[in-house]
């Protein structure tokens, strides 16, 4: 066995991937039901398929042949049963029905499926025919319309063998070049990984905090010292005085409009001392695992990401780490409860920071300071309605003491005391009424904004891709790889006697599905493994899903009676890892499928895993290396025999 040097030890502690709590998009083009009708099923059944899922695709396809027979579902029928695999894995029965396919068919009229059908039988009846006898029927494939022409070079990769192999290999590999990048995939693929965001929530004002005790005290004051006025006012009256009567006058304007103003400034200044705690502080630190925490690291993110032009990143952040703590105990009170998780609030985020940053940049950010300062025309009226009552309104009342002297003492004193507790009383009331207005007004213009931001949060995600589409782009790269892979070590595809691959989640890796559906990632460890007489030729990469690059290749190489044992354990929680080890007591282990997390309703907890093992390739991949483990060297010798035999049985139909 050649040495593999010190990158198998990468490979093998990967054996438990940390991945992130996955989206699932719900999206139901893989459920189905036994009651749904055979077209539905065929119809989950291609969804399948095109999801490189060929096992529950034959299940479906076989299933609604019965009761829905076209030219479309017999080309599909015959795409499922070969595809992801060799005919070294078909069964007895599978054979039988490929053998006598053409007495299955019942094939009508004319139309591209059923050109698409004959391309495949004839590909059929190719594998391991010379080369001059393959010519005319590459070149009617050729001609083929799409999408039969691209389906038929996409999933019998595995099954042909021989000169048409290489032929379709060069189509295949063209095409996956070609379309590798297409479709936008750079501008589109990230949206696939976010989730649907949840609707915006109102922050509900905390309502007016006025006391029974203080409503009471407040219109017992009132009344107390309009009767208290009153009463000074008809002494007043009594004395005939003109002028007393006009201070008396000016007094209770000069109480009204001082009293008016005054509550006016009072409310602006404690509006702004709450604001600058808002945006100032304080700057408390959430719990450590709570929704809170996820939310702050979240703001965090965006706000170091959406930087005004000019403004230095550490300045910025200790500029806003008031309205950042702010946020995060907003979105905690709003949504922690909801159970949508943070993911689903991450455009909301980005919008409030994107705002910030606007407004930073626009000199808006600290306005409600100008907004909430006292102008100096209520400033002069609530000191000139003070001055005006403690001169006028003093005067009056003490002209009103010779008439009555005991009777108007006692007004005059409990003119006071009403005051003064009503004063306090109905302040406290102001304040709150006009607090919660406030921010009953703050709310809605929020609310307003943040539903403008979903509406072109959801123009712009308007395009995501379909799982289909990610399947598409992750099988390009993997034919990309596998040339790699052929050219690092000088073979075509007819001198490989079989490869495989895996596909895994590579460490930390987002991830996201369709329900129903098998996960993907943003990033993957791809293994492929080239089977040749000398032995096992293994390439590891790492794949950056969003970007199409490999990173960190590790290659290895051993004979075929190096391979001890090859696995997949299952744990309790339903977590696949495949297992391959050599004689040496080297082991390589990845994990290629996660637990039932993130369920939604009507999914099966061993459905999902099932699907995910069928998208990584991992059951041809484990009838290649089993098969190699068992019987080693002489696996290559009884697949030659294996493979005439079956030649033979696929050829023998009527």
């Known amino acids: 066995m050649t040495d593999p040097g010190p990158h198998v030890e990468n490979v093998a502690t990967d054996s438990h991937v940390a991945v992130q709590a996955g989206t699932v998009h719900v999206d139901a083009i893989y459920m189905t039901t036994p009651h749904d009708p ?9 969804s399948f398929l095109k999801g490189r899922m060929p096992g529950p695709a034959r299940h479906l396809i076989n299933e609604a042949r019965v009761g829905y027979a076209t030219n479309e579902v017999y080309f599909y029928w015959l795409l499922a049963m070969v595809s992801g695999r060799t005919r070294h894995e078909l069964t007895k029965d599978e054979i039988a029905q490929l053998r006598d396919r053409r007495a299955i068919m019942r094939l009508s009229g004319e139309d591209p499926w059923r050109d698409g059908v004959r391309i495949i039988d004839r590909l059929l009846e190719s594998a391991g025919k010379p080369e001059e006898d ?24 595995l099954y042909l063998e021989g000169p048409i192999e290489d032929h379709l290999w060069r189509l295949a590999l063209t095409k996956a070049r070609t ?9 589109r693929i990230w949206k696939f990984f976010h989730p649907a965001p949840k609707e915006p929530l109102p922050w509900i004002p905390r309502p007016p905090d006025i006391p029974l005790s203080t409503r009471a005290g407040a219109v017992t004051a009132a009344v107390t010292l ?3 006025t009153a009463y000074l006012g008809h002494l007043i009256l009594q004395t005939g005085r003109i002028l007393l009567v006009l201070a008396y006058t000016l007094g209770v304007a000069g109480a009204y409009v001082g009293a008016r103003n005054a509550a006016d400034w009072h409310f602006r200044v404690v509006r702004r001392r709450a604001k600058d705690r808002q945006y100032l502080g304080p700057t408390t630190k959430a719990e450590r695992g709570s929704f809170a925490k996820r939310a702050e690291h979240r703001i965090d993110h965006y706000f ?13 952040m200790v500029h806003t780490r008031g309205i950042r703590c702010s946020l995060r105990d907003e979105l905690a009170e709003v949504y922690g409860e909801t159970r949508a998780g943070v993911e689903r609030i991450a455009w909301l985020i980005r919008h409030r920071a994107s705002d910030a940053s606007t407004r930073q940049r626009e000199g808006t950010l600290w306005s409600y300071r100008a907004e909430l300062a006292t102008p100096t025309r209520t400033k002069a009226l609530a000191i000139l309605g003070v001055l005006t009552l403690a001169g006028a309104g003093g005067w009056a009342a003490i002209g009103a003491v010779p008439v009555e002297p005991l009777r108007a003492i006692g007004a005059i004193t409990l003119l006071l005391i009403s005051a003064w507790v009503g004063a306090r009383a109905w ?6 009424r006009r607090r919660y207005a406030a921010d009953q007004l703050e709310s809605d213009q929020t609310l307003k904004s943040d539903l403008a931001a979903l509406d072109r949060w959801r123009a712009k995600m308007a395009d995501k891709p379909r799982d289909e589409e990610i399947a598409d782009w992750l099988d390009c790269d993997r034919k990309v790889l596998l040339d790699k892979a052929l050219r690092h070590y000088r073979l075509t595809m007819s001198h490989v006697i079989a490869h495989a691959f895996i596909e895994a989640p590579a460490r930390s890796s987002a991830r996201a599905r369709m329900r129903g559906g098998p996960w993907r990632y943003k990033k993957y460890q791809l293994l492929v493994f080239l089977i040749t007489q000398e032995g096992v030729r293994q390439l590891t990469v790492t794949l950056d899903f969003l970007n199409a690059t490999f990173h960190d290749e590790q290659r290895l190489n051993y004979r075929f009676e190096a391979v001890a044992s090859v696995q997949v354990s299952q744990s309790d929680n339903d977590e696949r890892t495949f297992e391959l080890t050599l004689v040496n007591g080297d082991k390589i282990s990845v994990e290629v499928s996660s637990g039932f997390e993130d369920l939604q309703q009507d999914e099966n907890p061993g459905r999902v895993s ?7 390739g991992l059951p041809h991949t484990l009838h290649v290396l089993e098969g190699i483990a068992a019987e080693g060297k002489g696996w290559v010798e009884q697949q030659e025999l294996r493979t005439g035999h079956l030649t033979a049985a696929l050829a023998d139909h009527a």
């Open 179 to 187: 379309e590798q990048m297409a479709g936008g995939r750079k501008d």
């Open 304 to 316: 170091a990401t959406y930087l005004p032009p000019g403004v230095d990143r550490d300045n910025w």
């Open 427 to 432: 302040l406290h009331i102001v304040l709150e």
């Open 610 to 616: 099932e699907v995910s093992l069928d998208a990584a």
């Open 38 to 46: 055979p077209e539905t099923k065929f119809r989950a059944g291609v």
């Open 134 to 157: 393959i010519r005319v029927v590459v070149k009617d494939l050729d001609a083929l319309r799409e999408p039969q022409r691209s389906l038929i070079l996409e999933h019998l990769e």
């Open 226 to 228: 309009v009767m208290a």
